[in-house]
């Protein structure tokens, strides 16, 4: 059975830190890219992070550049987002997704129909 299980939101004040976590079961790991996403209320659906099967390439919104970095642990069949210097304009509900195939740099962020997998999602408020 396939499962992803989302952990490490809350609650914090500006300029705090998170690490979100996503562990995997019931399918190979380490053959999918995977992407962190995010959606706020009223907003749309956006990428915040991915990195490759090999972790060898990594991408970042514009938005979260410096402040955030993607990993994943293959052996463990996790894979984290650790966030500093949260805004509150980060707050929002954030899913991590797992893609077959090759990365493209260019359309990680918005061909959400490519990512086969989808965790349940974890709640990020970031208070000023």
């Known amino acids: 059975e396939v499962q992803l299980v989302e952990s490490g939101g809350g609650l914090v004040q500006a300029g705090g830190s998170l690490r979100l976590s996503c562990a995997v079961s019931?399918?190979?790991?380490?053959?999918?890219?995977i992407g962190w996403f995010r959606q706020a209320p009223g907003k749309e659906r956006e990428g915040v992070s991915a990195?490759?099967?090999?972790?060898?390439?990594?991408y970042y919104a514009d938005s979260v550049k410096g402040r955030f970095t993607i990993s994943r642990d293959n052996a463990k069949n996790t894979v984290h987002l650790q966030m500093n210097t949260l805004k509150p304009a980060d707050t929002a509900i954030y899913y991590c997704a797992f893609r077959p195939g090759i990365l493209d740099g260019s359309t990680w962020s918005d061909q959400f129909y490519e990512y086969r997998y989808w965790g349940q999602g974890t709640q990020v408020t970031v208070s000023s």
């Open positions: 990195i490759s099967n090999s972790g060898g390439a990594t």
């Open positions: 019931g399918f190979s790991f380490d053959e999918y890219n």
